[in-house]
């Protein structure tokens, strides 16, 4: 069998589905299928994967938000995905779902989309934007479609060939990591950058959250276009004792940084089923969550981790990071999230439901 994966953006980009894309496709490639990666070029990367899988970025470098070398892409991926004999079309995200509709149409190749997370229901984008999502993720009819998110199945009108197969996490490479033990009450964000993420109001939180307990410390780690203003707003608030902007991390430097830490905490807008949300739990971390997407499934609060349900609400934040910090028995919250990510979310898992689909669609 051979597929072709389409997503809009790459590595050394990292977000959800991009890491999706690039966990499922070499467990894909490992079957015996081929698995051609069609993306833009986001600049080098150093992924290493098997001899029958390829990653093809087309056209010259670009910003992963440039709306244009987006609008391009679908162009590109359309010419050369048309050019070679697939079996299979998966998109990845929304505006790849276009492409894999024309392709669906014009040369017959059943298709499949990957929906990773919506900004539908959110104010974050403009409303043409969200309209076009909106239509491409409920309107468009795919061979089948995937979410990610238990969430997403109860909007209106979407495909009745969806599937829910969530994220997964390799739990063995946590396992093997020593974690370091410290007594400084730490939390760890990991994420974009980005306006869903909430970093404004987390870091207004912990201006709060300073005066009862002076020694907090908030790791950031990732890399996007907020960058600059939020360490800005750090100086101003006198918080750069207590906030640490730590860069894009990978591999056991980035689960060194989750084993140093004692809270997780991801303050957003919407989410769809995060990753790095499965990454604390393998880490046993305690977990602080915004009510939304599927984190209002699997988190159950005073169990296995804390809800936000204000996000917006710096004061609430603070509280409920405070209400964490007090709890003698924090530990257990995150040996909680860990049995329920090694008994429920692996990518081997997802990975053998995904080819069972490519299969049922390819063949019959």
């Known amino acids: 069998m051979r597929i072709a994966v389409i997503i809009d953006t790459w590595f050394p980009f990292m977000g959800g589905g991009q890491i999706n894309a690039w966990e499922i496709s070499n467990r894909i490639a490992r079957s015996g299928a081929k698995v051609d990666i069609i993306t833009r070029n986001n600049g080098k990367d150093n992924l290493k994967g098997l001899k029958n899988l ?24 359309f010419f050369f995905a048309f050019g070679k004999n697939y079996d299979l079309i998966h998109a990845h995200a929304f505006l790849p779902g276009i492409t894999a509709k024309l392709l669906m149409l014009t040369k017959n190749i059943p298709a499949v989309l990957t929906v990773h997370g919506t900004s539908i229901n959110t104010q974050l984008n403009n409303f043409f934007s969200r309209a076009l999502e909106k239509f491409i993720l409920t309107q468009i009819r795919y061979s089948s479609q995937i979410s990610v998110s238990q969430d997403f199945l109860k909007f209106k009108n979407i495909n009745k060939r969806i599937n829910y197969i969530p994220n997964g996490v390799n739990i063995k490479l946590f396992d093997k990591q020593a974690g370091s033990e410290s007594k400084t009450p730490t939390l760890i964000f990991v994420g974009r950058l980005h306006p869903q993420k909430n970093l404004k109001n987390l870091i207004a939180a912990i201006k709060i959250v300073q005066k009862k307990i002076p020694n907090i410390k908030l790791l950031i780690i990732g890399a996007g276009e907020l960058k600059a203003s939020l360490q800005n707003q750090v100086r101003e608030l006198k918080l750069k004792n207590n906030v640490k ?8 430097d980035l689960i060194k940084l989750y084993k140093s830490s004692q809270v997780f905490i991801l303050p957003s807008i919407y989410e769809g089923q995060p990753i790095s949300l499965l990454e604390a739990w393998a880490a046993k971390l305690a977990v602080i969550v915004s009510k939304t997407g599927d984190c209002q499934y699997m988190v159950k609060d005073g169990k296995n981790g804390y809800h936000i349900k204000s996000p917006d609400d710096a004061s609430e934040i603070a509280d409920v990071i405070q209400k964490a910090f007090s709890n003698k028995n924090l530990e257990n919250l995150g040996i909680a999230g860990y049995n329920l990510v090694k008994k429920s979310f692996s ?5 053998e439901q995904i080819l069972n689909m490519y299969e049922q669609i390819a063949y019959n």
Do not use: C, H, I, M
Request: hydrophobic share 30%.
């Open 54 to 77: 390829q990653v093809y970025k087309l056209g010259s470098k670009s910003n992963p938000n440039d709306s244009f070398s987006k609008a391009t892409f679908l162009v590109r991926s």
């Open 245 to 252: 902007f730590l860069g894009q991390k990978t591999g056991n």
């Open 347 to 351: 990518w081997e898992k997802s990975a």
